[in-house]
């Protein structure tokens, strides 16, 4: 297995006490107070290059999905290390190339693209647009012609495979809102054909994510490579191969394949195409680079059940209450002490409020610090303001310090735009 140390992450014990890399997280929190996200720029780097190592033998591009997470001190450094970015808004667009992500290597996907976001993406010169359906592709010949551009093209299309992953994280089914349907692809793509500001190149799929089993990306690409023939056979030119993202990671013992396995599988069917390959991961690549770190407020006990309350909510990390997400809960200090079935919950005003439930771990106390792990991948990003909770600050640990990637957010930045109507003055 030595290949799945690539893969580890960073958060390690040393003499009891966790540390990220070569840094104490408690010397962390003392100095930036806590909850905080804390991630390792050495682990994104090995995760990147993990990826870029598998699939060295053809033309590739990894694109990394920025949903997962946007901070753009994260982004400037995948960007260094030749990582592109899959966006889905203007925002995230912009995001990208305030981190000087070139725009050459930015695919833009979504099932609701405005045509300022389509202007935006246009000016910047992006690879390549992802397109889900056959107005959106019309929309996107008359932005371009108003640019007096081409715009570049990949349709999106749904292989129809089940990733057997959460209902919420599937996006390749037939009932799926995302994608051209397969039958339907041929007419999208002669429709693309026909439009003088449509510069028809590539062809996209993504299936789901959190995919633990790499079946369901070999049933997927070999469909793909099926309409690639079809379209060829047609006249139609693939030279961009977009196989999505979705390799899952480990919460809880999974054991997802590692992306040299997944290039084993894929690059017999991808390498015959003689196309570019583009790879959109995201939580493989920052999920298990990042924890949230939080402290125990207060304890308590019902008669139903033990609760451990602490200064971390829901909308900080809002993956338990959404998915059922599971997320391993350890203590940053290690004492002896006997093992707790507990419900780890939040300051908020709501019973969903939780990071763990019925959860076997050490009994806590408090002002003790917990680290939720896995907590780098749609976690931030995800995060809200709810019950007027400035979100926390993100820090990156880069070999032996530590810096301040985005500040923790003030009750003044929370009310930022907010006027009082002269009437109520
Ligand atoms: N490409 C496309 C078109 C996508 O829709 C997604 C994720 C990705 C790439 C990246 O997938 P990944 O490699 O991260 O699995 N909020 C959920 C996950 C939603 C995923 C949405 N699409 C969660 O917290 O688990």
Same mark, same amino acid.
């Given at each position: 297995?030595?290949?799945?140390?690539?893969?580890?992450?960073?958060?390690?014990?040393?003499?009891?006490?966790?540390?990220?890399?070569?840094?104490?997280?408690?010397?962390?929190?003392?100095?930036?107070?806590?909850?905080?996200?804390?991630?390792?720029?050495?682990?994104?780097?090995?995760?990147?290059?993990?990826?870029?190592?598998?699939?060295?033998?053809?033309?590739?591009?990894?694109?990394?999905?920025?949903?997962?997470?946007?901070?753009?001190?994260?982004?400037?450094?995948?960007?260094?290390?030749?990582?592109?970015?899959?966006?889905?808004?203007?925002?995230?667009?912009?995001?990208?190339?305030?981190?000087?992500?070139?725009?050459?290597?930015?695919?833009?996907?979504?099932?609701?693209?405005?045509?300022?976001?389509?202007?935006?993406?246009?000016?910047?010169?992006?690879?390549?647009?992802?397109?889900?359906?056959?107005?959106?592709?019309?929309?996107?010949?008359?932005?371009?012609?108003?640019?007096?551009?081409? &715009?570049?093209?990949?349709?999106?299309?749904?292989?129809?495979?089940?990733?057997?992953?959460?209902?919420?994280?599937?996006?390749?089914?037939?009932?799926?809102?995302?994608?051209?349907?397969?039958?339907?692809?041929?007419?999208?793509?002669?429709?693309?054909?026909?439009?003088?500001?449509?510069?028809?190149?590539?062809?996209?799929?993504?299936?789901?994510?959190?995919?633990?089993?790499?079946?369901?990306?070999?049933?997927?690409?070999?469909?793909?490579?099926?309409?690639?023939?079809?379209?060829?056979?047609?006249?139609?030119?693939?030279?961009?191969?977009?196989?999505?993202?979705?390799?899952?990671?480990?919460?809880?013992?999974?054991?997802?394949?590692?992306?040299?396995?997944? &290039?084993?599988?894929?690059?017999?069917?991808?390498?015959?195409?003689?196309?570019?390959?583009?790879?959109?991961?995201?939580?493989?690549?920052?999920?298990?680079?990042?924890?949230?770190?939080?402290?125990?407020?207060?304890?308590?006990?019902?008669?139903?059940?033990?609760?451990?309350?602490?200064?971390?909510?829901?909308?900080?990390?809002?993956?338990?209450?959404?998915?059922?997400?599971?997320?391993?809960?350890?203590?940053?200090?290690?004492?002896?002490?006997?093992?707790?079935?507990?419900?780890?919950?939040?300051?908020?005003?709501?019973?969903?409020?939780?990071?763990?439930?019925?959860?076997?771990?050490?009994?806590?106390?408090?002002?003790?610090?917990?680290?939720?792990?896995?907590?780098?991948?749609?976690?931030?990003?995800?995060?809200?303001?709810?019950?007027?909770?400035?979100?926390?600050?993100?820090?990156?640990?880069?070999?032996?310090?530590?810096?301040?990637?985005?500040?923790?957010?003030?009750?003044?930045?929370?009310?930022?735009?907010?006027?009082?109507?002269?009437?109520?003055?």
């Amino acid at each position: 297995m030595g290949y799945r140390k690539e893969f580890m992450n960073d958060f390690l014990y040393k003499k009891n006490r966790l540390y990220c890399g070569k840094v104490d997280i408690e010397s962390i929190a003392r100095a930036v107070g806590t909850p905080f996200y804390l991630y390792s720029a050495h682990t994104l780097k090995r995760h990147l290059s993990a990826y870029q190592n598998a699939f060295s033998s053809v033309p590739h591009l990894i694109a990394y999905a920025m949903k997962a997470n946007a901070n753009i001190a994260l982004l400037r450094l995948l960007g260094k290390e030749g990582g592109g970015a899959d966006i889905l808004s203007g925002g995230e667009l912009n995001r990208a190339l305030r981190a000087e992500i070139d725009p050459a290597k930015i695919v833009f996907a979504g099932v609701g693209k405005t045509r300022e976001e389509m202007r935006e993406a246009l000016r910047a010169g992006i690879l390549l647009f992802n397109v889900e359906s056959k107005q959106e592709l019309i929309v996107l010949n008359e932005v371009a012609k108003s640019l007096r551009v081409k &715009a570049p093209v990949a349709m999106r299309v749904n292989p129809e495979v089940n990733p057997k992953t959460h209902p919420y994280l599937s996006t390749g089914l037939k009932k799926s809102k995302f994608v051209i349907e397969h039958a339907q692809a041929l007419s999208h793509y002669q429709l693309a054909a026909r439009l003088a500001n449509i510069d028809v190149l590539g062809i996209h799929s993504h299936i789901g994510s959190q995919l633990t089993d790499v079946k369901p990306f070999v049933e997927a690409v070999r469909k793909v490579s099926g309409l690639i023939q079809s379209l060829r056979a047609e006249g139609i030119t693939i030279r961009y191969w977009d196989i999505g993202g979705g390799l899952g990671i480990e919460y809880n013992g999974e054991l997802p394949p590692m992306p040299l396995e997944l &290039a084993k599988n894929l690059l017999p069917i991808l390498k015959e195409s003689g196309c570019t390959v583009i790879l959109e991961p995201g939580r493989s690549i920052v999920g298990n680079a990042g924890i949230l770190v939080t402290r125990v407020l207060y304890t308590k006990e019902t008669e139903a059940k033990k609760f451990v309350v602490v200064d971390a909510g829901m909308n900080d990390l809002i993956r338990p209450s959404l998915y059922g997400a599971y997320h391993k809960i350890v203590p940053v200090v290690k004492k002896r002490r006997q093992n707790q079935i507990v419900d780890v919950v939040g300051p908020i005003c709501e019973s969903g409020d939780f990071l763990a439930q019925d959860r076997a771990m050490p009994q806590a106390a408090p002002e003790e610090l917990l680290a939720v792990m896995s907590a780098g991948a749609y976690s931030f990003s995800m995060s809200s303001n709810y019950n007027a909770r400035p979100r926390p600050p993100e820090i990156l640990v880069h070999e032996e310090s530590y810096s301040v990637i985005r500040e923790r957010e003030s009750v003044n930045d929370l009310i930022r735009g907010e006027k009082i109507p002269s009437y109520l003055q």
